[in-house]
């Protein structure tokens, strides 16, 4: 397990991350979200101890990185900084890092074959596309079959077949009980995937929650209901104190009321009711509330989290 304590990074003058407290659980998939330059990328390095924290810290199964003796059986990443040496081929590269590390070389090839690219395996890598460069990153931060997957936008310059197999190659680590933590930049690209959301805008944790919940909490959830007087229900559920969204001839969108309640009015009304609906707003209009700071989600004891940092 993972822990994030009170996660600071602080350039000149610029907090990149804001005192980030938070867990990566194993047998998940975390969606780490943000807008561009929220700070994920930042947070995956200091996880990674490529980027020092100017406050904070991280620990790895209560050990931090420096500590660990095998690093790479604990941890495997894709991020932007992954050192490719253009030159060789995708095999020599992968066979490279297992030969630093002590992984056998069918690893290397059970690799190869799992992420797709066993045919372009002794081309070198600067005729790699950018999906297959993403392929080859995810080869190599599976090599040492790690506890836990850390993948910066990995869906970038990936196809459609690329971004279906990344999805159900991610599923299936957290089947095994891996910890895969994604970071992305569209709510539409981990939702089919993450159980859990991790939200980070301008460096600070605003939402730390299962889709789940996420979609459940959200202020946008409302009843549309069709029925055969719209205008009279419409009175009805005012004055029982449902909260009117819209009405029309056609559609009545209703927050504030449960549907049973809404059954039970009509009923008593004799009115038939021709549809009643909830309706969940998309995850991603969710996250753009989120992230352009009109909605605070995160739980009470994460308010700390929220507080200026000292410059
Ligand atoms: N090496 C650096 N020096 C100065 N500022 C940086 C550096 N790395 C990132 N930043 C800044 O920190 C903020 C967070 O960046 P980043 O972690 O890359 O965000 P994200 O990955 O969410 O897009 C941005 O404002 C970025 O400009
Ligand atoms: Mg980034």
């Known amino acids: 397990m993972i ?11 610029k907090v990149a991350v804001d005192n980030l407290s938070l867990e990566i659980q194993p047998g998940v998939v975390t969606g780490f979200l943000g807008p561009n330059g929220a700070g994920k990328s930042t947070t995956m390095r200091m996880i990674l101890n490529l980027t020092n924290p ?25 991020i932007d900084a992954n050192t490719v040496n253009p030159k060789l081929t995708a095999r020599q590269h992968l066979q490279l890092i297992a030969t630093a590390s002590g992984i056998s070389t069918s690893r290397v090839d059970e690799m190869l074959q799992k992420t797709g690219i066993e045919k372009v395996k002794d081309k070198q890598i600067e005729q790699f596309s ?9 080869a190599a931060a599976l090599l040492g079959d790690p506890e836990t ?18 999805r159900k190659l991610t ?8 910890a895969v933590l994604i970071s992305s930049h569209l709510m539409s690209e981990v ?8 939200v980070l805008a301008q460096g600070k944790l605003i939402a730390d929650m299962t889709i789940e ?6 202020l946008s959830m409302y009843l549309r209901i069709r029925s055969e007087n719209n205008l009279f229900l419409k009175t009805l559920l005012e004055k029982s104190g449902a909260h009117i969204q819209s009405a029309n001839i056609n559609t009545l969108s209703v ?6 309640k809404v059954g039970l009015i009509a009923k008593e009304n004799n009115i038939a009711i021709f549809e009643l609906t909830k309706v969940q707003p998309s995850l991603e209009k969710l996250f753009t509330e989120l992230t352009v700071g009109k909605v605070d989600y995160s739980s009470e004891d994460n308010s700390s989290k929220r507080e200026g940092v000292e410059r």
Do not use: C
């Not at 997957?149 to 990344?166: A, C, M, Q, R, T």
């Not at 919940?213 to 959200?218: A, G, P």
């Not at 927050?255 to 049973?260: Q, S």
């Open 3 to 13: 822990k994030l304590k009170k996660l600071t990074k602080i350039y000149k003058d």
């Open 54 to 78: 100017t406050r904070g810290e991280v620990l790895i199964d209560d050990e931090r990185y420096n500590n660990l003796r095998h690093p790479i059986s604990k941890i495997g990443a894709l």
């Open 130 to 138: 950018l999906g297959m460069q993403q392929r080859l990153g995810i």
């Open 149 to 166: 997957i850390i993948l910066d936008e990995p869906f970038n310059g990936l196809d459609v077949d690329g971004i279906k197999w990344l």
């Open 171 to 178: 599923k299936d680590l957290a089947k095994k009980g891996k």
């Open 191 to 198: 939702q089919a995937i993450a159980e859990r959301i991790i």
């Open 213 to 218: 919940e996420m979609s459940r909490r959200s």
């Open 255 to 260: 927050r504030d009321v449960k549907m049973e």
